[in-house]
C-alpha cells in the first residue's frame, strides 16, 4: 500500500520561513515526479513545484525565489522548503507522487496522494 506522509507544517509570521517534509512509503520504484500541492479556503488545488526524479523543477510564479523543492530518490522523500512566506501562501499543502511527465504541475497527472499539512502565516 502506498503512503505519503508530510510533515512540517505550521503558523509562522509574515517573512518567517518552514520547511515541509514527505516521505512515500510502499513504493516499489521512485516516482517520476513528486510535487506539492496547496488548496486554501474556497480556492481550487494549485500547483507549488514540482521535481523530476533526475531533479528538473518547476514552481509557481507566486513562489518562485522564495520555495524551493528538493527530494531523496533513495529515501523517496520529497522537501520544500519555504522561505520569505507571505499571508497568501496560508493553505494546505498536500504532496504528490506519480508519472507525471505530460503536465507536473497538475493535479490530475499524480497518482498518490498525503493527507496534508496546514501551514497558516500571520502577518
Known amino acids: 500500500q502506498v503512503q505519503l506522509v508530510e510533515s512540517g507544517g505550521g503558523s509562522v509570521q509574515a517573512g518567517e520561513s518552514l520547511r515541509l517534509s514527505c516521505a512515500a512509503s510502499?513504493?516499489?520504484?521512485?516516482?517520476?515526479?513528486m510535487g506539492w500541492f496547496r488548496q486554501a479556503p474556497g480556492k481550487e488545488r494549485e500547483g507549488v513545484a514540482s521535481?523530476?526524479?533526475?531533479?528538473?523543477?518547476a514552481y509557481a510564479d507566486s513562489v518562485k525565489g522564495r520555495f524551493t523543492i528538493s527530494r531523496d530518490n533513495a529515501k523517496n522523500t520529497v522537501y520544500l522548503q519555504m522561505n520569505s512566506l507571505k499571508p497568501d501562501d496560508t493553505a494546505a499543502y498536500s504532496c504528490?507522487?506519480?508519472?507525471?511527465?505530460?503536465?507536473?504541475?497538475?493535479?490530475?497527472?499524480?497518482?498518490?496522494w498525503g493527507q496534508g499539512t496546514q501551514v497558516t502565516v500571520s502577518s
Open positions: 504528490a507522487a506519480g508519472q507525471a511527465w505530460r503536465a507536473p504541475m497538475t493535479p490530475s497527472s499524480y497518482n498518490y
Open positions: 510502499g513504493l516499489t520504484f521512485s516516482p517520476g515526479y
Open positions: 521535481i523530476s526524479i533526475l531533479g528538473a523543477t
